[in-house]
């Protein structure tokens, strides 16, 4: 069984501040994704990377995977109240077994 | 491209009850999962369809969970003699057959209460 780890589980910051938050696992994925679910609503797909060491930038988030492929990480810059949620990593194993999710980090960004 | 959708969006029912949701996932989209979230953790993967063929299913999904996708569109999934343990949020998700890495989208999930 494939597991992801998130971490922190919760963070609460002011806006304006840089964040990073992080999933990690001791298997190796094809590729992960990153998904943004905010209360009452569906998880969004933010990102896909799939290339170890892959850097991709969404305006003010920037994601990374590990060389090994089996850790990623998000880092927010400026904060705004706009980027609460909840955010989880997926990660495909390239099976059949659908995507394995992380419990994922609680952000809060306060005005 | 209406998205995916899930119906009801809430369920409250009764222990020993059965219930059954409706998904209707992307219209080109042809593969549909079946996802569950509880309170404070990640979706847990429960089933998926390719077209109309059920190709996985989770250890979670006990014998009293039973999931169709009859014509290949829409998907149900029903529990039988429903139990406490078995509140959390369904959620349907689709992809578009690429390879396993596709992104899924989600719906709004049927929130289930057992009494």
């Known amino acids: 069984t494939q597991l992801l780890e998130q971490s922190p589980q919760f963070l609460s910051i002011q806006e304006g501040e840089n964040l990073t938050v992080y999933c990690n696992s001791s298997?190796?994925?094809?590729?992960l994704q990153w998904y943004r679910q905010e209360p009452g609503e569906g998880p969004v797909l933010l990102v896909t990377?799939?290339?170890?060491?892959e850097v991709k930038k969404l305006k003010r988030l920037t994601f990374q995977f590990g060389d090994a492929r089996k850790d990623s990480s998000l880092h927010i810059t400026a904060a705004q109240p706009g980027d609460t949620g909840l955010y989880l990593c997926a990660g495909s194993g390239g099976g059949a077994d659908g995507l394995t999710f992380g419990k994922g980090t609680h952000l809060i960004i306060q005005p | 491209d209406t998205g995916v959708s899930q119906d009801p969006r809430h369920k409250i029912t009764k222990r020993g009850q059965n219930v059954t949701f409706r998904c209707d996932p992307i219209?080109?989209?042809?593969?549909l999962y079946w996802y569950r979230q509880t309170l404070g953790q990640g979706p847990e993967f429960l089933t998926y369809?390719?077209?109309?063929?059920?190709?996985?299913k989770s250890r979670l999904l006990s014998d009293r969970f039973s999931a169709e996708r009859p014509k290949g569109s829409f998907s149900t999934l029903e529990i039988q003699r429903t139990e406490q343990g078995d509140s959390a949020m369904y959620l349907c998700?689709?992809?578009?057959?690429?390879?396993?890495?596709?992104?899924?989208?989600f719906g709004n999930g049927t929130r289930l209460t057992v009494t």
């Open positions: 369809f390719q077209n109309e063929a059920q190709l996985e």
């Open positions: 990377v799939v290339t170890g060491g």
């Open positions: 298997s190796v994925f094809s590729s």
């Open positions: 219209s080109e989209h042809n593969r």
């Open positions: 998700a689709s992809s578009l057959i690429s390879d396993f890495d596709s992104p899924l989208h």
